[in-house]
């Protein structure tokens, strides 16, 4: 590992994303296509590696939310079909089309828009219509019957703009991590009522769409024409105590190192503000990690780290650089012991659920906060297979 900075880093296992996107692609119906969901940089595990072991393995289509993330795969060799979950300004359309990249159709006025960028650009722009059935955030409104108006008027009106091809629609589920909630079925019926009212207008779709990673989960007949997996291709649940039908693999560990060791007398101040005192004489370790790493500072006093397989806690407030472990039941550990923040280390583990519990949030978050100048190292068949390092491409 001499080739990358040995302070603080991820390493992500391709294998153990290979293996989540075959347990989902063996649990889908057959008749499904899987859309990856690599977001966000992967959820923060890297997006170009990520992307390429799915196309490798099979994957249809890729979900991004942006179009510079989208470009980002296309710089990357992915050659298949890429969704924009988000907003593109409409101006971009002239790189929408050239790159071939399908952008979300969210609402009438932004079809009006992009559909006179793109017949000023000279092309067609493939879209895929967004449905809002309850989540309330983007789409074509229809949360019932009397919405049925405006939405033909304008998702009808939206098809019929020039420079624009519809290929698909979809909707997102609120509360599918919840398998004993009614609304997820509430929200597939309106979908699948507004898809109707839609086609008895002439508006068809060749791609039907709406279960996420929960959703697919947990009501398998609504996978449709395709579903959109997100947090359980990096082998993260999709909520805390959800059974799950498939087995996941956690495909990032975070690590840094020990590099400072010191005894300090009874009642020592430690960091910021002083809220840490030791209670006896203690054996504490610095550690290269702290917030702008992604490793927050309401984990200070909380969270463990993993020192030669055991524990040791974090006292004092974690850093912006730096954060401090009580390694006094670790008389072993020394300066230059590699450290595990997230992962494995002999029998014990720390899981991103238990540090985003620690935060007071989800393990969605706790992936994607994992800051930019953290390294992405990534290995196959346990070889160190590439790296990615955002402050020195």
Not at 24 to 32: K, L, T
Not at 88 to 116: G, R, V
Not at 213 to 218: E, I, Y
Not at 284 to 310: E, F, N, Q, W
């Amino acid at each position: 590992m001499s080739d990358f900075l040995k302070r603080t880093w991820a390493e992500v296992d391709l294998d153990k994303i290979e293996k989540n996107y075959r347990a989902i692609r063996a649990y889908v119906n057959p008749r499904s296509k899987i859309m990856t969901v690599v977001k966000a940089d992967g959820y923060g595990h890297g997006a170009s590696f990520a992307a390429k072991t799915f196309d490798e393995a099979g994957a249809d289509w890729f979900a991004v939310s942006n179009i510079e993330e989208a470009e980002q795969l296309r710089l990357s060799g992915i050659q298949k079909p890429i969704l924009i979950l988000g907003y593109t300004p409409p101006e971009f359309a002239a790189e929408l089309i050239a790159k071939q990249i399908t952008q979300t159709l969210f609402s009438l006025d932004y079809a009006q828009q992009l559909s006179t960028a793109a017949v000023q650009a000279g092309g067609t722009v493939d879209v895929h219509l967004k449905l809002d059935t309850g989540m309330s955030r983007i789409g074509f409104l229809y949360h019932g019957e009397a919405d049925t108006s405006a939405l033909l008027h304008d998702a009808c009106g939206a098809a019929k703009l020039p420079g624009l091809r519809i290929g698909g629609v979809f909707t997102h589920f609120a509360v599918s991590d919840e398998p004993g909630n009614p609304f997820t079925a509430l929200q597939f019926s309106r979908f699948i009522h507004a898809i109707e009212l839609l086609e008895e207008k002439g508006v068809h779709f060749a791609l039907r769409h709406c279960c996420n990673s929960a959703g697919l989960l947990n009501y398998p007949d609504m996978q449709l024409d395709m579903v959109r997996p997100g947090i359980i291709l990096y082998g993260l649940t999709p909520a805390v105590g959800m059974p799950l039908p498939i087995q996941l693999y956690p495909a990032m560990s975070l690590k840094t190192t020990l590099f400072q060791t010191k005894m300090l007398a009874a009642d020592t101040p430690v960091s910021y503000g002083m809220t840490y005192r030791t209670p006896s004489e203690r054996r504490l370790g610095t550690l290269p990690i702290g917030y702008a790493d992604g490793y927050p500072r309401s984990l200070s006093g909380k969270a463990d780290v993993l020192i030669r397989g055991k524990r040791a806690r974090i006292v004092g407030r974690v850093c912006m650089d730096q954060c401090m472990a009580d390694i006094t039941d670790i008389p072993e550990a020394e300066s230059g012991d590699e450290v595990t923040v997230i992962g494995c280390d002999g029998t014990q583990a720390i899981p991103m659920e238990e540090i985003a519990a620690h935060m007071g949030t989800i393990n969605y978050e706790t992936a994607c906060l994992i800051g930019k100048r953290v390294p992405r190292v990534f290995f196959k068949g346990g070889r160190q297979v590439g790296q990615l390092n955002y402050i020195l491409p």
